[in-house]
């Protein structure tokens, strides 16, 4: 079935506030979880709302909590998310470093104690909205080797970059440390596929496509193999000391799932001293530089990165936002 | 043959004094040449000192000019490199955000004009040593394909994270993002090897582990495929945006050679808020607890980022730093 971005924030709202959540967070909520859905991330939107909710009912999630400035230093505050919504924290800390970046060209709000921001693309997209270059990440619990080594010990730390252009047509990366999410595993082998490049090891260490294969050992690969696995680690020990909060080695030794996490969000001001025209001008040229390549393949076309999220959205506020009937089913009876 | 520390440092200075740089310039950029043999990274140390020279010698770098700050708002400055030596212009911008970040929190310093900063983990070390989580980044000219593409239109743009410990055993990360460097293609072909995993494409379009193969293309593979394509189109909007300067694609449309670029050098006051003792228990708990994974390999510890770098630089300063004799005839008759 396919349902409209604004029914979808207002059923998610509902629950929410039936859970606690104050009206005015219920909806911020449901808006982010909407957009992710429009912007075609079903993953950390609606498919994620059963889980998002059964975190507020283990007492992961806060649901009446606020996140609030703990320190505060020139353009570097500190915060402490009080285990309230992620994505609630996570939105109101890139605002505050907006904020701050108006008045010192860089603003870093560094959150503790904060839970999962569902899609952290989001908050670069919400940065380059008003005009900001959006930097941030977050770290997760443990799920996936270092490499070298067999047992997951490493986060895969979602990295967020956002340039912002005046038409709307921001150049956004949302890139995981692991090469997939456990999701496209799971989902390419309920298609019966294999996944396009080596995803991870078999039970026998040999790389492999077959996500069945991964599955039984959960041994994913990072990113550029090495490379990858230490920009995890630094991701990490850069959000737990800025924050002053929980490594992906703390997060590990709390539960299984997913609480109590560091995130990073830095907002700077790309025109602050350039001449009027610059900041467009040098985006464009690369864009139509790097979308004009010679493709790999004939008639594919080389993309930018969130040139496939705004064609999704544009797509899905016309046709209405897919849904799973299973999983709508789910969210209703919440 | 075994060189020391100190008469590299005096080699250096002595034939870039010979080409004009005067003599602080000429010391300081010895020193960071020779901290990088020192450290293990001879392609960006001893390795590249006579293309150094001869790009002075084509006009690309200017010996007498000085880095100067043009712009300053807070904790963000603009500064324009004058094509002067691209190591002394990056340490000098870095020793800047780091006395900023002392003011802010936070320092950024984004520097256009700039010429090749050799390794870029000198500066991250260099921010470690002060106590400074420090990142950094610079775009290179055009030498990687976007990911679906044949033609190589994005940089390798290496990316820098570090975080210091008060034993000077610092977490460094520095990472192209291309899988592999041109240098280490070249090498693995001379020495008749293959490439522990694929870095590029042969005629045929197919990966492959074969260095000759994929001399004969250039057609590099990004980290992560579409994920370290998409950080390098980033990561150089972000630089060119912030410095004021060129991006790739600018630079690719110069020469074939490499000079103009843009470059960001950030440091954070990691202690500013935390308890006493917080950021290096953080720290030691994420290294111990990665380091004591279950390796892959049997007997092979799992390593953390710039572990490598450190005990290279204790060998080299014990038995000196290894340099081919055909390289130090070169550099000796400069």
Chains 1, 2 share one sequence.
Request: with cysteine; glycine share 10%; proline share 5%.
């Amino acid at each position: 079935m396919r349902i409209t971005f604004d029914e979808l924030v207002k059923v998610f709202a509902e629950k929410l506030e039936k859970r606690g959540v104050p009206r005015e967070d219920a909806l911020l909520a449901g808006q982010i979880l909407a957009q992710n859905s429009l912007d075609g991330i079903y993953s950390h939107g609606v498919n994620r709302f059963p889980r998002l909710v059964s975190y507020i009912d283990k007492g992961y999630i806060d649901p009446k909590a606020k996140a609030e400035k703990v320190a505060s230093f020139g353009a570097y505050e500190q915060w402490d998310g009080h285990l309230a919504l992620g994505m609630v924290s996570a939105k109101i800390a890139m605002d505050r470093a907006i904020e701050i970046a108006k008045q010192y060209g860089i603003g870093l709000v560094a959150i503790r104690n904060t839970n999962h921001w569902m899609r952290g693309g989001y908050y670069g997209w919400q940065a380059a909205d008003q005009g900001m270059i959006g930097i941030c990440w977050t770290n997760t619990q443990p799920n996936m080797p270092a490499w070298g080594a067999k047992d997951r010990r490493i986060g895969n730390n979602p990295f967020v970059m956002a340039v912002p252009r005046k038409n709307g047509e921001h150049i956004v990366l949302d890139s995981a440390m692991s090469q997939f999410s456990y999701g496209k595993i799971e989902m390419t082998k309920f298609e019966g596929k294999q996944l396009p490049v080596p995803g991870g090891f078999d039970e026998e260490g040999n790389m492999t496509t077959d996500p069945g294969a991964i599955e039984k050992t959960w041994r994913v690969l990072p990113v550029g193999y090495w490379k990858g696995s230490g920009m995890s680690i630094l991701l990490d020990l850069v959000a737990a000391i800025l924050a002053g909060g929980n490594t992906v080695t703390d997060i590990g030794k709390m539960t299984s799932d997913e609480y109590g996490l560091s995130q990073v969000l830095i907002a700077i001001d790309p025109e602050r001293f350039n001449a009027p025209g610059f900041t467009e001008e040098a985006i464009n040229r690369v864009i139509e530089d790097v979308t004009s390549s010679v493709p790999a393949t004939e008639g594919k076309a080389v993309r930018y990165p969130g040139q496939n999220s705004l064609a999704t959205r544009r797509k899905n506020l016309e046709e209405g936002i897919p849904v799973l009937d299973n999983i709508w089913e789910q969210i209703s009876a919440l």
